[in-house]
């Protein structure tokens, strides 16, 4: 498979299925000013290794699931989240390991890193794993079958399970300093 590279400089990214799959997946890349919707991300190797995802908006990124897996011969793709605000993948998936999976960079070799940065904590919104709604995905995250993140919990703050990153900023909190008596 090619690689796919999408830019909106001033404004959005939306489309429909992005499959970028194929003996060896290939590369998907897509960065906007604002907001990136899409249907399925498939950049699966079926029998080399998986492409890797690279989402990276101001704002929200909406997918129903990306699927980064490698085949028996390769390692799952890296998945490279940075959302300013939400992250949301709405839809699910069986993976190779039998995962019920929104987001799975598994493989035959070993799987490749995951990583979601996304500005719900500064809005006081966590990472949901089992709900999409607003912040979350709606199935597990997994990256083989010995590193998976399923449904449900929640995840105020930053995570980190193996090779899977859920970063969360804090709001900056500021210590006020007693003021002298007078």
Same mark, same amino acid.
């Given at each position: 498979?090619?690689?796919?590279?999408?830019?909106?400089?001033?404004?959005?990214? $939306?489309?429909?299925?992005?499959?970028?799959?194929? @003996?060896?997946? +290939?590369? %998907?890349?897509?960065?906007? /000013?604002?907001?990136?919707?899409?249907?399925?991300?498939?950049?699966?190797?079926?029998?080399?290794?998986?492409?890797?995802? $690279? @989402?990276?908006? %101001? /704002?929200?990124?909406?997918? %129903?699931?990306?699927?980064? #897996?490698?085949?028996?011969?390769?390692?799952? +793709?890296? !998945?490279?989240?940075?959302?300013?605000? $939400?992250?949301?993948?709405?839809?699910?998936?069986?993976? #190779?390991?039998? /995962?019920? *999976?929104?987001?799975?960079?598994?493989?035959?070799?070993?799987?490749?890193?995951?990583?979601?940065?996304?500005? +719900?904590? @500064?809005?006081?919104?966590? $990472?949901?794993?089992?709900? *999409?709604? !607003?912040?979350?995905?709606?199935?597990?995250?997994?990256?083989?079958?010995?590193?998976?993140?399923?449904?449900? #919990?929640?995840?105020?703050?930053?995570?980190? #399970?193996?090779?899977?990153?859920?970063?969360?900023?804090?709001?900056?909190?500021?210590?006020?300093?007693?003021?002298?008596?007078?």
């Amino acid at each position: 498979a090619g690689s796919v590279t999408l830019e909106a400089e001033n404004g959005s990214v $939306f489309t429909s299925d992005i499959n970028v799959d194929g @003996l060896t997946g +290939g590369d %998907l890349r897509i960065i906007a /000013e604002t907001a990136i919707t899409t249907l399925e991300i498939d950049t699966s190797g079926s029998i080399g290794s998986g492409g890797d995802v $690279f @989402l990276d908006p %101001l /704002e929200d990124v909406e997918v %129903l699931f990306i699927d980064a #897996q490698g085949g028996l011969a390769g390692i799952g +793709g890296e !998945v490279d989240i940075t959302a300013g605000r $939400f992250f949301r993948a709405t839809a699910t998936f069986l993976d #190779q390991d039998g /995962e019920i *999976a929104s987001i799975s960079s598994a493989g035959g070799q070993g799987g490749g890193p995951i990583t979601i940065r996304h500005g +719900g904590g @500064l809005q006081g919104t966590p $990472f949901e794993v089992g709900d *999409a709604s !607003v912040n979350g995905t709606a199935g597990a995250i997994t990256s083989g079958a010995d590193n998976v993140i399923a449904p449900t #919990q929640s995840f105020p703050t930053s995570y980190t #399970q193996g090779n899977i990153r859920i970063l969360t900023p804090s709001p900056n909190v500021v210590e006020t300093q007693p003021q002298p008596a007078i």
